[in-house]
């Protein structure tokens, strides 16, 4: 069975995010004829895409997309204040670059999830496969034990089961 892709571990999925911030706002910011950074602007960049993963790791139920989008804007903006070109800060080819490049890591990163969690799959398989002793019988059955559901009426009204309250 393929685990989900929200097992992915927290710390991974947020170096990928930043990671893809990064780069895909840096190639849409020179796609759009927008300065290639210099290496104090890159530092600072990379800084920023560092704290954005460091905030995906650290909130899990954060959708990858708010993050991306966040992180193109941190980029852009970054970008444009510290090269000296103000007059890039609201161009159309600028959004629709920094929308395709969000697009772009949105895909990568549900890409590089997918064959994360195939390669844990396979990485499962082949070790079971190499440790496989064979089946050991057992001297004992299994004890089936029958369960017992809640009546429906308890789970609409909100009750988990029949337990009543606490003796005194």
């Known amino acids: 069975m393929p685990v989900p892709a929200n097992q992915v571990p927290a710390r ?8 893809a911030c990064a780069l895909t706002g840096i190639a849409a910011h020179a796609a759009a004829q927008g300065m290639l950074p210099s290496t104090s602007t890159l530092l600072v960049v990379i800084g920023a895409a560092a704290a954005i993963g460091t905030t995906v790791a650290a909130t899990p139920r954060l959708p990858n997309l708010a993050a991306l989008i966040v992180g193109q804007g941190a980029v852009h903006l970054l970008l444009v204040l510290l090269s000296g070109h103000h007059h890039d800060l609201i161009q159309p ?3 629709a670059t920094h929308a395709l490049g969000t697009l772009a890591a949105l895909a ?13 799959d396979v990485i499962v398989v082949v070790v079971s496969l190499l440790t496989y002793r064979g089946m050991r019988r057992s001297t004992t059955r299994p004890t089936v034990v029958p369960e017992v559901a809640a009546p429906v009426v308890h789970l ?12 005194r």
């Open 108 to 120: 990568a990163i549900a890409a590089l999830e997918a064959l994360a969690s195939t390669l844990r």
């Open 93 to 95: 080819s600028m959004a």
């Open 12 to 19: 991974m999925r947020g170096g990928i995010v930043g990671g």
């Open 156 to 167: 609409h009204l909100g009750a988990v089961g029949l337990r009543g309250p606490p003796v």
